[in-house]
């Protein structure tokens, strides 16, 4: 009988291990390092990917994992000192505008989380305005606090210890604050500034574009406080370059509300999750791949939609009934222009001996505004086997052998042509299954009734700012508050044979006019598809225009002419792994769920030219999972959930059986051998398991 290719490695890795003695730790833990070379001995050796299993949440799988382009990066906050600051013009008490100024970063400190990294820099404190000393203003610049975990009194004193006296020499304080920023610069910087730079050159603008073609991974969110019009133009310029923001301010009120979207903005940037890999420049020199999930860079590209230089390429295995399920997530930057960049991710799956054969899939977004959802693209191999061949484009995966995907970025605008993208890349092996064993794939909608008004029961609860960093919901009612350009992401377990139902009511508390930003809600599958939803409520079922507002007018989200609204939405119908090969209407698409584990809410506050700045928003969320739970295909081991919902992605994982080999070296050898071989073969029922978070 031929042994499984993942028995097979395992059993090869245990024989290795064991004629060698060992001494030392009784737990060893093998991490899968970041660049090819190193992933490529890893499979040679035999070992698995430290990914605890297909789609484990990466926060808590085994194994290492990195985070990109930064959900809780660390950020600089930079204050006006200059002379002009000294004026007493934001309200009717003859406040000054450092007074406001300090008093608005101030309140920012006291409302960042408790895991934030925040530094503080100040220009023009200590010199004059005088033409003799411009040469000492224009090197004015002084960190008063280094970048680093919150220290909430410490900062504030240093806040108050500003003065306002000297020059403006913003170019250069960007350059200190992108140098006091951890790593490579990687961060955020939050401008406040009542005035253009008077110490050029070096222009601030120039500054900030040569930052990002230094390939600094930067983003400046400008505040303006009462700017001229070419003040305005400097600072919304700076922004514009590192894709970050900007907000003007006129008076006490609307400074701290513009500061505090600043911060926000510059701390949680989608924050990409994963096991690191650099995967080959070509199929050639793919880098093998285990079930997982993993974080890698996209290249440069071209500029154009048709062409691509940006492509990673990595190697995976399926036996005979297995079937390969494939994402790709690529984090763009930021951008409130409006730009259309046309970024694209492209996904391709062929045989590795095939490569004409092929499945894929495009995705293709403009530049990632404020709200957005980054953009993934999925495959599905179907089962591996003779029955394959029915299907248009899988000829080639009729038979049990290796595989080659490759993720391409394609477009992008000259000024992000040349910017690595974070990417994230899933693959789950689901086993091969008898249809027999499970219901037929839905034909319609199963329509839910609505939530109700959730009352005063919501408990305060923060998303997460990526799928990867989504936390898990256990109360039906949860509250938050988010501000224009965030999405905020949370998870909840749901079995097969479950539908979900989730409600969102969204208001903005005090607001006189309406509200120009869209509150969006989605559910998303595992593998970060959109899961087809019903409108509570009506019949009808929605795939691409899935946000409904219950109110609502013309089946958007939000119009802009109320203050408050409410989303409300269920998956059309239950969890069935026979959903996959159902029947996919473009209005009636079922494979999203055709898999269990954590599913994600996401919802966002966007806005596509940032006019609702400093206007932030409540919601508070409700949600629920109908149905009895059902058996499904890879019921036993890691990256399922258990009855409580409770995450069992690390029960399980490769650290456990290959730190059994450090125990004893040659003299345990044969009781080590027969755990291992026990270990191994629960490890690969581990890898077909369903997918969970």
Known sequence: MRLPTRIAAALAACALTLSIPTVGSAATTVDR????????????????TPAAGPLADPAT??????????????????????????????????????????????????????????????????????????????????????????????LKKQVDSIKASG??????????????????GSGGIVLLSDGEDTCAPPP????????????????????????????????TCIADETQGTYADAEDTKSLQASMQAAARAALTGYEAQGTPITGGEDRASAVDIQPGQYLDSLPSATGKITESTGMRSYRFHLDEGERGLLSATMVQPWSDSGRVDHDAVNLVVSAAEEESCRRSDTTLANAMNLGDLPPSAFIDTGAIGPDNARVEGSDCFTEAGDYIVTVERTGGSDQTKDTPFPLELNLVVQPGTDPADFPEPATGPEQLDFLPAPGDQASPFGGGTSFGTAPELTDPVVTSSINVGEVQYFKVPVKYGQQIRVRADFEVPGKDKAVTGNPNLWILNPLRQEVTSVRPGEP??????????????????YTGSRQATVLALNSAVPVNPRNLDGEDDPKFKT???????????????????????????EYTLSWDVVGDPTDGPGAEGAGETDDDGADQAASGGQSVWMSAL????????????????????????????RLGG
């Open 591 to 617: 494979s999203p769920v055709s898999f269990d584990g954590f599913y994600y809410f996401a919802f966002s506050y966007s806005d596509l030219h940032g006019e609702s700045f400093g206007t932030p928003g």
């Open 61 to 154: 799988a085994g194994g290492s994992t990195a985070g990109s382009s930064g959900g809780s990066q660390p950020i600089m906050l930079i204050i006006d000192g200059s002379g002009s600051m000294k004026a007493a013009d934001v309200d009717d008490k003859g406040t000054t505008r450092l007074d406001a100024a300090k008093d608005a970063a101030k309140d920012v400190i006291d409302n960042l989380n408790d895991s934030a990294q925040v530094g503080l820099t100040a220009y023009g404190m200590n010199t004059g305005s005088s033409d003799a000393e411009k040469a000492a203003g224009c090197k004015d610049i002084e960190v008063l606090s280094a970048v680093e975990p919150i220290d909430r009194d410490g």
């Open 662 to 689: 450090t125990w004893g070296g040659i003299a345990l050898g044969a009781i080590v051998l027969i755990g291992a071989v026990l270990a191994a073969i629960l490890l690969l029922r581990t890898r077909r398991a």
């Open 204 to 235: 601030p603008c120039d500054v900030a574009k040569e930052l990002v073609e230094d390939g600094v991974d930067l983003k400046i969110h400008t505040v303006g406080l009462r700017v001229d019009e070419n003040a305005r133009k400097e600072l």
């Open 540 to 557: 009808g079922a929605h795939d691409f225009d899935n946000q409904e507002d219950i109110f609502g007018d013309e089946g958007h989200a």
């Open 33 to 48: 390092a970041a660049d090819a070379t190193a992933a490529e001995s890893a499979t040679a050796s035999g070992a698995d």
């Open 167 to 184: 020059y403006t020499p913003i170019g250069e304080a960007l350059k200190k604050a992108a140098e006091e920023l951890p790593g490579e």
